[in-house]
């Protein structure tokens, strides 16, 4: 069973970046292909991006040339860079190990105008 842990989420104006971090317990991490949700208030859960184990990612067109999904397996990580941010993309991110069905417990990320 792998167990999901969210870093990085914070405040920052429109156009700057945040890292988002899922740091992975487990032995099933590297066979997990790898998806970030988000979930804005009064909203749905929406997908964000995906990451293959071996690194081959998708991603809404929202975000689409904006963000960036990768993973390091050696230390159980997968990473959501995500620049030119919008004060649309306030949300709280989720990341989620799609074999494992298990979800992290969210990161809130605030953007302001």
């Known amino acids: 069973q792998v167990q999901l842990v969210e870093s990085g989420g914070g405040l920052v104006q429109a156009g700057g970046s945040l890292r988002l971090s899922c740091a992975a317990s487990g032995s099933t991490f590297s066979i997990n292909a790898m998806a970030w949700y988000r979930q804005a208030p009064g909203k749905q859960r929406e997908w964000v991006a995906a990451?293959?184990?071996?690194?081959?990612?998708n991603y809404a067109p929202s975000v689409k040339g904006r963000f960036t999904t990768s993973r390091d397996n050696a230390k159980k990580t997968v990473f959501l860079q995500m620049n030119g941010l919008k004060p649309e993309d306030t949300a709280v991110y989720y990341c989620y190990a799609i074999k494992s069905g298990t979800w992290g417990q969210g990161t809130q990320v605030t953007v302001s105008s």
């Open positions: 990451i293959s184990s071996v690194g081959i990612t």
